[in-house]
């Protein structure tokens, strides 16, 4: 068995990440998941050229292991091809806007009527509701920036930081997977499909829950904070004199302080009334974070990892992808999956993060190209050589 939905059946119209995402995840999970292409393809492929010589990455991540048949839904004849694929089939995901899933009748309403048993998974940018439903969105736009994630890490007057592609895509991803397992327990009592939705406005919201709610439950804006003045300096990054970083991660503040001290050399510093507990820690901490500063600067960040570790200060190196791929820890946690390439070999890739004692996942197919399986999977879903061949005459299929 490859994985807890081995024999579930998944159609995937989507484009970019956030809903790819969710098809990699549960083809991951043993899900034959089939991907529907456009006549010109998911345009996630077009990054290329950013990785001269490596592939595409990114879009490798997210969408090995499925299938790709490639339709021109515009012609009567692609629609009725993608009918024939979800007649059968046990999920039903999209990340293309509401707006123009209605104009192609493959909204909710109209395949619950048509399929009762269908889990129908919307990935969206602002949801399904709301007149902003189809504004256009990715993760920097209504992940990033509309629900709070950048400002909330940019201190007050500071420039906001560069963001990374996919985060919001990638938890937003998970989020509908999980609702796809959940619909489908639900399905196996009730012998009904549902609709399950997951946004990335949404999403962006609970993780950055805390301040939300902190702002919902009292009417007061969240206050950014910088390195220089954090509530809890034992709980803060520090450059060492190598130039590397560490985050130290006394959390508890007052259990760590004595360790940190004493691992830190200065003991005195139990003495000193600005720091006597976290509270006025927090009032000085700028003037701690200073001191602190200097002493860390003295040894290099291997160094204070041996003394941190003897002396039970709590901490975590700040890593670069590169160390990451490296990282013992990361190996033994199984970050890293072993995947089929076209040419009969194996890649390393990144892991998906769920792993199942009793059924095991593994990767085994590798990433489709364009179309790749468009004739197999109309041949498995009843269509004949002829009628094959008449489709790809009149363009319907490449």
Request: aromatic residues 10%; proline residues 7%; negative net charge.
């Amino acid at each position: 068995m490859a994985g807890p939905m081995e024999g579930i059946r998944v159609v995937e119209l989507g484009v970019w990440v956030a809903g790819p995402a969710c098809g990699g995840i549960l083809a991951d999970w043993g899900a034959d998941v089939v991907k529907v292409e456009g006549p010109q393809g998911d345009p996630f492929r077009s990054l290329e050229w950013l990785y001269p010589g490596a592939g595409n990455p990114p879009f490798d991540l997210d969408n090995r292991g499925k299938r790709s048949i490639a339709l021109d839904l515009r012609q009567p004849d692609g629609m009725a091809a993608m009918h024939a694929l979800l007649a059968p089939a046990d999920v039903f995901l999209s990340n293309i806007r509401p707006g123009g899933l209605e104009r192609m009748g493959l909204d909710y309403p109209s395949l619950a009527e048509l399929y009762p048993r269908l889990i129908y998974a919307s990935v969206t940018g602002f949801s399904l509701h709301g007149d902003e439903r189809d504004r256009h969105a990715y993760d920097v736009g209504a992940f990033w920036s509309r629900a709070g994630i950048a400002r909330s890490l940019t201190p007050q007057d500071g420039e906001l930081p560069y963001q990374r592609g996919g985060m919001g895509d990638h938890m937003t991803g998970m989020s509908a997977a999980a609702g796809v397992a959940a619909a489908l327990f639900h399905r196996t009592r009730t012998g009904k499909g549902q609709l399950v939705e997951a946004s990335l406005l949404r999403l962006g919201a609970y993780m950055l829950g805390w301040d939300h709610n902190v702002t919902a439950m009292t009417g007061s804006e969240t206050v950014a904070w910088g390195r220089h003045n954090p509530p809890n300096p034992l709980i803060n990054c520090y450059r060492c004199a190598d130039g590397e970083w560490f985050w130290m991660l006394g959390l508890e503040g007052d259990r760590h302080w004595p360790a940190v001290t004493e691992a830190l050399g200065r003991t005195d510093w139990r003495a000193d009334p600005r720091f006597a507990d976290i509270e006025l820690r927090y009032t000085n901490s700028e003037a701690l974070i200073s001191e602190m500063d200097q002493v860390i600067a003295t040894r290099t960040r291997a160094e204070w990892g041996e003394i941190f570790d003897a002396g039970d200060v709590w901490w975590a190196p700040v890593q670069s992808t590169l160390e990451m791929l490296s990282d013992p820890q990361a190996r033994a946690a199984g970050c890293w999956v072993s995947v089929p390439t076209p040419e009969g070999d194996t890649t390393e890739m990144v892991a998906t993060p769920v792993d199942f004692s009793a059924c095991a996942w593994e990767v085994t197919a590798p990433v489709p190209e364009f179309g790749q399986h468009t004739e197999l999977i109309l041949l498995e879903h009843g269509y004949e050589w002829e009628t094959i061949a008449e489709l790809k005459q009149a363009g319907v299929i490449p």
